[in-house]
């Protein structure tokens, strides 16, 4: 096997387990050896027996019996297993090095009865202490031959059998550094899956009035862990469910994790659901209860639930036995809301780690266990058949309210939850009516009644709808006007570029020697032998007898092979028609003149006699010299070529007047150094100067700045100014057109062991230290602001982002908040920075807007087609419409499609045949509205839309009727359908009432049933007829 162990981690694992066995507590004391063996079940998923394997070798090894000594450790399994075994097997000669046991190792036989190893294996068990009693794991029972034929022989020995899981879940209870880290990991994502998908999806249920079963969404959130997003970074392959989640609502709740999500529809009142996600073999787990319209009492018996599991957070810490942390949670309900007790769950909870619960650990009165400081639990409490008095319907008569967390034990302090998923109920509670609805429901309006929440959501959608199409078509109509010009500029400028040529730079000659006298006279020259002039970066090299000087830019590389008794050195030159590296071509000054590929020089490696060195020696050294003459001048080439368009600035007039402008403690990005420094930004006559405690200097000057970003530190961790440069600036030995200088305002890092609550004084305090020292700083950079636009004559102005406007999105990559500032798009918090100036935009085009799909990619083009387009990935669809109206304020043009495009080809033709692309109607081929067909489909869509809008809402609600009359005859198709949109689900039901056509079409019943239909449409949806008719 070529998978690693831990070998620190079983050896300190090892020690524990035969530490606790010789204190002899418990059952421990009643045992002589302990025997693990593990067979082959896919329907296990937690037994104690795999998880002290797990513990212990950190992967699952079946087929393996484990024996526990009291001098010997044997492990029995196969070949594979036995040499990633090996590992911790102790060699001889180094017995208890370790503190443990040494192992032995015995390979299994496959077609045998295993009679040998299994004589062994009970031998050692006899000689281990009194060897009349074995500890094992009574509850795990694996299928198999093998299994049988190991047990069948403990049996036969006429062994005592001791149930051990209680003392060794105790153990393996108390977690390592390394094992928190993996549950805190699991809790994160837990608690992700649950904030961004499963409590969105709920939102958006209810708010489109959604008919979905328990089970289909449970199935949903299982599929979300396959995607990363919600993962956190983490692998999905290390990602499991603990157990199926279990979504509960309409009156029928259990409050345990041994149920399923039944099929029942979710009902719009209190929805439980509890969810564990279990990364690298150790669980997590957490329990809400989400309540549309809750009652008051509802919410009053809620926030009890909540001061009862804070009231258990403060009696769970180290040294507390179980039980009294229990009772002295259950007097605390008596005393509160005695009338809540009854209701209470009968436990509040279980420790948890590999295995999801550990049944000897459980939160009751029983228990008599301590805990431990790094044990984790699973808290879940829950108040079960409690009535809602107000309810009119049978599904809302009982409910149930349930809460849990992962949380860790600690020495003095509160545990510690480690899902901070919010829970008050603000939090929770999803609040639909408003004051006038319940006013119109008490006068008792019987249509009120009868067409429910669902037509009276959608009579408001349509009102809302009306306004939007209004704003979407003025939206429409500024875009065609951008169209039209848009064509027609871009047309001019490409023709007015037409006359600037390209001028193509020639490769800069190099001239070893302008004259015979600078070659110089060494005694290698004139032996034939190969000689590197570093002084003039040149290697001369004899040619047919004659000593000839090559520039090392001559050169493109050289290699040298050993073949026998000889050396070879060959040298391969830069020739027209070789590859020069990217956008080089032939740029020869004379690439008619004759040249040399390619010279191959061999020297012998046997000395001759009289001979000082051996022959080869010349031609080891000239390539060792050669590859270092060619990598100085490579190097200083490039710094050369950084250089290349920086224009030379102006110089900058320092201001000796100690009263200007002037930050201290700034950082600057890009850093100067490897490291980062601090320093301080001050402005003079014509620009700023940031000098760093080192004394380096970095000068911006004012004309030189495109745009001045002031981004202030509301909801980032840093503050910031941003110049973005019209002309690139030398330092660090690179060109940036990019420089910020910043300050932190908060700590980036957040103290896990903490207590999460707000009742600790020492938070309270930072936390308002930090709030002081914001507004310190924001008023700060303000001022210096203020005073740097006076000092410039308001020529200099800063921006400030507006970050209503931001959306996220991927520029580079990782996702950032975007913000539009009143001349850019920009983000300039994290590194590297993106800065697009509107003014040099020419257009912008959405790929990828899919229904279906839940983000979209946005895609600048700019004014100048030989810049390479921008694209930002991954923008959530619901900014879609915004960012369509900031670009229509904007006066930019914008255009949409469902594929991604190839950019890098579509501009190369524009450049190539600008005339052909403007003949051709130009940017229009993004935009299928623009002519044709196209625009006539788009304008009856419109009509359709804004005519017959009202229609639309009442074939929902028709749709929801025939919900009513055809959900006995086919609960199958709804159940697979039941995830999808109003509009997937309405196709659905047209395909059901044509197959009941078929089925019913030589009975009376479907005439009847027709008619029925018929005038129900007529009663209900009167416009929905002129649609048909359209």
């Not at 299994?118 to 198999?144: H, L, N, Q, Y």
């Amino acid at each position: 096997m070529a998978v690693n162990l831990d070998k620190e981690a079983y050896y300190r694992r090892i020690k524990r387990l035969y530490s606790n066995w010789k204190k002899g507590e418990d059952e421990f004391g009643k045992v002589d050896a302990i025997v693990v063996s593990v067979g082959v079940d896919e329907e296990i998923v937690y037994a104690k027996s795999t998880a002290i394997q797990t513990w212990l070798f950190g992967y699952e090894l079946t087929d393996t019996i484990m024996v526990f000594c009291d001098t010997k450790i044997i492990f029995l399994a196969s070949k594979k297993k036995v040499d990633f075994l090996k590992q911790v097997a102790i060699t001889k000669g180094n017995e208890n090095a370790n503190g443990v046991p040494p192992i032995t190792l015995l390979t299994r036989e496959k077609n045998e009865s295993n009679k040998g190893n299994f004589d062994k294996m009970i031998e050692a068990i006899r000689g281990s202490k009194e060897g009349k009693t074995v500890g094992i794991f009574s509850k795990d029972k694996f299928p198999g031959e093998y299994m049988k034929s190991w047990n069948d022989t403990l049996t036969a020995e006429g062994l005592e059998k001791v149930d051990i899981s209680a003392v060794v879940a105790y153990t393996m209870a108390v977690k390592e550094d390394g094992e928190l880290g993996l549950m805190k990991k699991a809790a994160a994502i837990t608690s992700e899956v649950y904030s961004k998908f499963f409590k969105e999806r709920v939102m958006e249920i209810v708010d489109a009035d959604e008919k979905v079963r328990h089970s289909k969404l449970a199935e949903s959130v299982e599929k979300a862990i396959e995607e990363k997003k919600y993962l956190g970074g983490a692998d999905p392959s290390t990602v499991e469910m603990c157990y199926p989640p279990i979504i509960q609502s309409g009156g029928n709740y259990s409050l345990k994790f041994s149920v399923v999500s039944d099929k029942n529809h979710m009902h719009f009142g209190a929805i439980t659901c509890a969810m564990g996600i279990r990364y690298k073999s150790y669980c997590s787990n957490l329990v809400r209860t989400l309540m549309v319209d809750p009652p008051q009492e509802m919410q009053d018996n809620y926030n009890v639930l909540l001061q009862v599991e804070e009231e258990l957070l403060k009696e769970l810490k180290h040294g507390v036995k179980i039980c009294d942390a229990y009772n002295a949670v259950l007097e605390y309900v008596k005393k509160e809301k005695p009338d809540l007790v009854a209701k209470l769950t009968k436990n509040l909870g279980f420790a948890m780690g590999i295995e999801f619960r550990e049944g000897s650990l459980v939160l009751n009165a029983k228990n008599q266990y301590r805990l431990k400081k790094g044990m984790v639990f699973s808290i879940s409490l829950g108040f079960a058949d409690l009535v809602n008095k107000d309810a009119k319907k049978e599904e809302q008569k009982k409910y149930a309210l349930f809460i849990g967390d992962t949380v860790q034990i600690n020495e003095e302090e509160t545990a510690t939850i480690l899902t901070p998923v919010k829970k008050k109920i603000k939090n929770v509670g999803i609040f639909l009516k408003n004051d006038d609805e319940e006013d119109e429901e008490e006068d008792g309006d019987d249509a009120e009644e009868l067409l429910g929440k669902g037509a009276r959501s959608a009579a408001l959608l349509a009102d809302r709808t009306r306004n939007e199409m209004t704003a979407e078509e003025k939206r429409r109509a500024h875009q065609k006007e951008l169209a039209n010009n848009l064509n027609e500029e871009a047309k001019r400028r490409l023709t007015e570029q037409k006359g600037e040529q390209q001028i193509q730079k020639a490769r800069k000659s190099n001239v070893s020697y302008k004259n015979i006298s600078q070659m110089p006279r060494e005694k290698d020259i004139r032996d034939m032998k190969i000689f590197i002039d570093k002084k003039y970066e040149t290697v001369i090299m004899p040619v047919f007898g004659i000593a000839t000087p090559f520039h090392i830019a001559t050169i493109k590389n050289i290699s040298m092979s050993v073949e026998g008794d000889y050396t070879y050195l060959r040298i391969n030159f830069y020739v027209p028609g070789s590859s020069l590296g990217r956008q080089e071509g032939n740029i020869f000054p004379n690439p008619d003149a004759t040249f040399v590929k390619e010279i191959t020089y061999r020297a012998s490696n046997l000395k001759a006699p009289g001979d000082m060195s051996v022959p080869s020696t010349n031609l080891q050294n000239a390539f060792r010299i050669i590859k270092e003459v060619q990598k100085r001048y490579k190097t200083r080439e490039a710094e050369e070529k950084e250089k290349e368009g920086i224009i030379k600035q102006d110089s900058l007039v320092i201001n000796l007047n100690r009263s200007n402008p002037k930050l201290k403690d700034l950082y600057i990005r890009p850093n100067i150094a490897q490291k980062r420094m601090q320093g301080s930004l001050e402005a003079h006559t014509n620009g700023f100067r940031f000098t760093s405690v080192r004394g380096d200097k970095v000068d911006i000057l004012y004309n030189n700045i495109k745009h001045a970003i002031f981004q202030p530190c509301e909801g980032e961790m840093i503050i910031v100014l941003h110049f973005h440069l019209k002309n690139a600036i030398m330092f660090g030995k690179r060109r940036h057109t990019d420089v910020q200088f910043y300050t932190e305002v908060g700590e980036i890092t957040t103290d896990l062991g903490k207590h999460q609550h707000m009742h600790d004084r020492d938070d309270l305090y930072a936390e308002q230290m930090e709030r002081e020292m914001r507004h310190k700083l924001k008023s700060a950079f303000k001022n210096f602001i203020e005073k740097v636009e006076t000092l410039t004559k308001e020529e200099l102005e800063f921006e400030v982002p507006f970050r209503d406007l931001g959306f996220q999105g991927a520029p580079y990559r990782s996702t950032c908040l975007l913000q539009p500032t009143s001349s850019s798009l920009v983000n300039v918090t994290e590194w590297p920075p993106f800065v697009v100036t509107l003014d040099e935009v020419e257009l912008v085009h959405f790929e990828r807007v899919q229904f279906h799909l839940k983000n979209f990619d946005v895609v600048i083009i700019y004014k100048d087609y030989n810049k390479k387009v921008t694209m930002i990935n991954a923008v959530p669809v619901n900014s879609l419409d915004p960012i369509k109206e900031w670009l229509n304020s904007c006066d930019i043009k914008y255009t949409e499609g469902v594929q991604s495009l190839n950019w890098t080809k579509i501009m190369k033709t524009i450049v190539d045949d600008p005339e052909g692309f403007f003949e051709q109607g130009g940017w229009s081929f993004l935009d299928p509205e623009s002519e044709g067909s196209g625009a006539e489909e788009d304008s009856e869509s419109e009509m359709e839309d804004e005519t017959f809008n009202p229609s639309a809402d009442e074939e929902e609600y028709e749709e929801e009727d025939s919900d009513e009359d055809y959900s006995s005859e086919t609960e199958d198709s709804d159940y697979s359908a039941s995830l999808g949109s109003e509009e997937e689900s309405g196709k659905d039901w047209d395909e059901l009432e044509e197959e009941a056509r078929k089925a019913d079409r030589e009975s009376h019943y479907e005439d009847e049933d027709t008619s029925n239909r018929k005038r129900k449409v007529q009663s209900s949806a009167p416009p929905s007829k002129k649609k048909r008719r359209s």
